[in-house]
């Protein structure tokens, strides 16, 4: 599938996708010749939505399923993959993708949301591998070591981006459960043996209905369930509304409905119809027969009472607006097109969200286009905490000061799949009063969760390799760095008690003299590592799956801007590397302003540190010097890219994305045309870099008269290929020189 000198770079979604466009050529035209290889797969949403139904396309049209492909080659040490941000997909953006696909001709099903026969249920079955996180475990065979590079911290500090004030007086708070969510309900157990449990429901008459026939465990895994209330749910969603209506701030919902597939979009269901609860009582039964699903948000209301009657339709659409004067006003996500924070699941993903809240001083857009203190509401406590913490931290002692601030790096247990909560096939809506039970290969009930009807049930693992792999890079990063390693574990949570236990027997195995190492609760974690932060003291925070996601994006948007900043790289367990760049929680909005004026603000540094990374480790593990020689220069460029402030601006006749890949390249290339370690290298750059630097003002005429006009790239899931170029590559004179090499 790949050699040893072969680096994957993934094509995949939105602004990272149409980055690619202009960016993998100029990194295939420097590797050429170098004993490296580069070569892309397609690992986009549309691409998995077509690699799941080669028989309904023509053969033009398949696609080999790439996704499968890299989830082989994670596993041989030969891996060297740059994975690029890409959609977890909630339902509406999957159905969006394929009624595009649709229009392109693709012969792909529709999405049957209640499926109503054994056909659909295949066909629903199938979409699930493309639901959610559905990359991310498959590729994630290491565990995760993110932090800001050197170079890049040192540029923030210099260049400190806008950080609003917070006052003492803000009413901005963060609101959570304390009782009936999955952290009061958190059971779980250490298996001893190699066994299978099963998943089933008993019913009131000790009927028992199987859910899940069959999942492995290995010798000293890790499983533990819990149940999220949604009787105490709704209830906690009426009192915080009532709550923010009193205090007259604005109520904003944060969940993960993307990532955690199956929980996170039910909960946002409850509180979509609570808030609207009046519409739903008297427009209920309608609802219902249009098949309004809740768990998609208001906008799928909207979408579906389309097809009634005027009268009717307005009759609704009055019920709903006459619902804002009784209740708070809500945080809006586009307060001009009235798009409010309860329209769509993926609009209020949690990791993006806080940390804007934080950064804009306890404060989110209103109704009225204007920034208000709010409300934010995190139903659970396992992660609720310890964001509440960092809001009372702020409103205490003011914003943060991006050019004094430390740094708050992460290792995160990330590998085979290691506490998936919420996306994988162990989670269950009850479908009655009883029990859920987990129960072992010898008839053992392990665990056993009490629930109401509607009430989510979830299991998880996390097998104890990747624990084991995840301790010894704590320390192995703490030893590098000098810096305090603390573990976000909160000992009267099951799970973490579970973990703590192993954290503790497998340091015994490591050398710790001089490191520094603490475990903590998230919200003592919090505390601690936000002492040192504002005095520019650097903290290793250590941390499950969940909170990993969450931290890596929370911190680097305090201390770079943007977590497109962070280098991530996961030492894949056999030996391989995996080299991811960063969030993409911005690209959606970077296409729509590309499609609508030519301009493209995505910032491609994380794709460079990526690429920095991913030759280095090319060049140590298979002793390619000229791999080393591109990473040491390339590293050189970035340094000078960053000094002469060459990432993308924000408005039309400023530079752009592409723009930016013209100046690494004539970096790159001049770093290249002056080291003196491979002597080919460097008289085949000095032409390069001369001319690039020859034709510098011409380029980027050629590249500024790109912008200001709308942009056809023929689909926003699946661009046109020569659309797409044609719209990314606008400099024939770039492209020439580029061409040639």
């Not at 709550?243 to 929980?263: C, E, N, P, R, W």
């Not at 945080?331 to 209020?348: C, E, Q, R, Y």
């Not at 993903?349 to 409300?375: E, F, N, T, Y």
Request: glycine fraction near 8%; proline fraction near 5%.
């Amino acid at each position: 599938m790949a050699s040893k000198s072969t680096i994957i770079y993934t094509k995949t979604d939105e602004a990272p996708a149409l980055a690619t466009y202009s960016l993998l050529p100029i990194i295939q035209a420097f590797t050429r010749g170098t004993g490296v290889d580069v070569e892309m797969r397609d690992i986009s949403l549309a691409g998995r939505i077509i690699a799941n139904f080669p028989e309904n396309l023509t053969e033009a049209q398949r696609i080999p399923d790439y996704l499968s492909q890299l989830g082989e080659l994670v596993l041989a040490p030969e891996a060297n993959i740059i994975k690029l941000p890409n959609i977890s997909a909630s339902i509406p953006q999957l159905k969006a993708a394929i009624k595009e696909l649709q229009e392109h001709g693709y012969n792909v099903p529709d999405y049957p949301e209640a499926p109503s026969n054994d056909e659909e249920k295949a066909i629903q079955a199938r979409y699930a591998k493309v639901l959610g996180s559905a990359v991310n475990p498959v590729l994630r065979e290491g565990n995760s070591d993110r932090r800001a590079p050197l170079s890049v911290k040192a540029y923030a500090k210099k260049h400190p981006h806008r950080m609003a004030a917070w006052s003492v007086n803000s009413k901005a708070h963060v609101s959570y459960m304390t009782d009936g969510d999955f952290y009061g309900s958190e059971q779980s157990v250490t298996v001893p043996a190699a066994t299978t449990v099963r998943i089933e429901y008993v019913n009131g008459a000790n009927e028992v209905t199987v859910l899940k026939e069959k999942t492995a465990l290995l010798a000293g895994e890790v499983i533990d369930t819990s149940v999220m209330n949604v009787r105490k749910l709704r209830e906690f969603y009426a009192e915080q509304i009532e709550d923010a209506k009193s205090q007259g701030v604005l109520f904003s919902l944060h969940l993960k409905a993307t990532m955690m597939k199956i929980s996170d979009p039910v909960m946002f269901g409850h509180a979509v119809s609570v808030f609207y609860k009046d519409v739903f009582d008297k427009h209920g039964a309608l609802l219902a027969e249009l098949g309004v699903n809740v768990n998609n948000g208001l906008g799928d209301l909207y979408a579906k009472i389309q097809t009634l009657p005027e009268d009717k339709r307005a009759e609704i659409e009055a019920d709903i607006m006459a619902v804002y004067k009784t209740r708070p006003e809500l945080a809006m996500v586009d307060s001009d097109k009235g798009i409010t924070n309860l329209h769509v699941p993926n609009d209020i993903i949690i990791d993006a969200s806080m940390p804007v809240v934080v950064r804009d001083g306890g404060k989110m857009w209103g109704p009225d286009g204007q920034l208000h203190d709010c409300k934010a509401v995190i139903p659970d406590r396992c992660y609720a905490t310890m964001y509440g913490e960092i809001v009372d931290d702020c409103r205490k002692n003011g914003a943060f000061d991006p050019s004094t601030i430390g740094s708050v790096p992460n290792v995160g247990l990330m590998a085979q799949k290691a506490e998936e909560y919420g996306s994988h096939d162990k989670t269950f809506i009850a479908p009655g009063d009883g029990v859920i039970r987990v129960v072992d290969a010898d008839g053992s009930v392990l665990m056993s969760q009490k629930v109401e009807t509607g009430d989510i049930f979830r299991m998880c693992q996390t097998k104890d390799a990747p624990i084991r792999d995840w301790v010894k890079l704590a320390v192995r990063r703490a030893k590098a760095t000098g810096a305090p390693a603390v573990f976000w574990l909160d000992s009267n949570r099951a799970h973490d008690a579970q973990i703590i236990a192993k954290v503790n027997e497998y340091l015994k195995d490591l050398d710790t003299d001089g490191v520094e190492i603490k475990i903590m609760p998230p919200v003592e974690a919090m505390r601690f590592t936000l002492g040192r932060f504002r005095a520019g003291q650097d903290t290793i925070s250590v941390t499950g799956n969940v909170l990993r996601d969450y931290l890596t994006d929370l911190f680097p948007i305090i201390e770079l801007g943007t977590s497109s900043k962070m280098l991530s790289i996961v030492p894949l367990l056999n030996g391989g590397g995996l080299f991811e760049t960063g969030a993409g929680g911005s690209a959606p909005k970077h296409v729509q302003q590309f499609q609508k004026e030519g301009y493209l603000r995505w910032d491609s540094l994380g794709e460079f540190l990526a690429l920095t990374a991913s030759l280095e480790h090319l060049a140590q593990t298979f002793g390619n010097p000229k791999a080393q020689v591109l990473a040491d220069t390339l590293d050189q460029a970035i340094g000078k890219f960053l000094e002469n402030q060459k990432s993308p601006a924000r408005k039309v006749g400023q530079i752009d994305n592409r723009g930016s890949h013209f100046y690494l390249a004539l970096y790159w290339a001049e770093a290249l045309a002056s080291q003196d370690a491979d002597a080919e290298m460097k008289a085949r750059f000095a032409g390069v870099a001369q001319a690039l630097a020859e034709k510098e003002e011409l380029i980027n005429a050629e590249l500024i008269a790109a912008q200001g006009s709308p942009v056809d790239i023929g689909g926003y899931y699946q661009p046109d290929d020569e659309k797409t170029t044609r719209a990314m590559r606008p400099s024939g004179t770039l492209n020439a020189i580029i061409n040639a090499m």
